[in-house]
């Protein structure tokens, strides 16, 4: 007779591999050890709002064209397509354009434009502000910028810039919805574009003019130019006080409550 059959053991089901899941906190919360002074982006990256304490929640409310990778810290795009076209003169400046990638929104649904860049960097300019805006847009190089069309940034400057003054400074300096801060601006954009303003600049200019030629003293123009840093100094504070209650903003989280 056959001995009986050996009963072969039983394997245990394979595991089945389970999906990985993500799961995103409907709240983050930070803890700082100062009070934050200011939500206003003029104010923020200018000297009266450069804190660190401000930055920790804000500074990635506003999107820039670049960045650095977060690995290796190269050079990258961030809503830009592309890396920037080479310089190429145009009369007495140099110029450059930037491609913004297509189908980036704001926060509120709108589109990210290069309206918005060309807008930021022109308010920066004709209010002159300082500090962190001074580094990206700083006005003794950088003429202007504008549009050429929704998604083309056009970069004008009177000499071709360098790396802190291109690639550290404008293409990774922050930029700010138009829509939103174009009407907002109105009241301050009044005084440095009235009469009077532009009369102190063109006196400032025409002292300047006599004091290298010895028809004028130099405390002539010091006095001239305090008028005009007065004027400016008024335009610009009406631009630091600016509610922003309501304004569109760019990145992985907005700022709901501060306490």
């Known amino acids: ?125 004709k209010f002159k502000l300082g500090l962190n805006w001074q580094s990206g847009y700083n006005p003794d190089y950088l003429v202007k910028v504008e549009a050429v069309d929704p998604l083309t940034v056009k970069y004008y400057y009177n000499t071709v810039p360098g790396l802190s003054l291109w690639q550290y400074g404008a293409l990774r300096s922050p930029f700010v919805n138009k829509a939103y801060w174009e009407p907002k601006i109105a009241d301050a954009l009044a005084i440095v574009n009235s009469d009077e303003y532009k009369a102190l600049e063109q006196q400032v200019a025409d002292l300047e003019k006599a004091v290298k030629e010895g028809t004028a003293t130099q405390e002539e123009l010091d006095a001239k130019k305090g008028e005009l840093d007065a004027k400016l100094k008024e335009a610009v504070d009406i631009l630091h006080k600016l509610d922003n209650e309501g304004e569109p903003t760019f990145g992985a989280w907005r700022l709901a409550k501060w306490e």
């Open 1 to 125: 007779t056959q001995p009986p059959a050996q009963e072969q053991p039983t394997q245990p089901p394979a595991e089945q591999p389970t999906q990985p899941t993500t799961e995103r906190a409907p709240v983050i919360r930070f803890a700082t050890l100062e009070d934050m002074t200011t939500t206003n982006v003029w104010a923020l990256f200018d000297d009266v709002g450069a804190s660190y304490w401000n930055y920790v929640v804000q500074i990635y409310h506003w999107p820039t064209l670049f960045t650095l990778s977060d690995q290796r810290y190269d050079f990258i795009p961030a809503v830009a397509a592309d890396f920037p076209s080479e310089f190429t003169q145009e009369g007495d400046l140099y110029v450059a354009t930037v491609k913004l990638k297509d189908g980036l929104v704001w926060s509120d649904g709108s589109p990210v434009t290069a309206e918005d860049v060309a807008f930021t960097a022109n308010t920066v300019l």
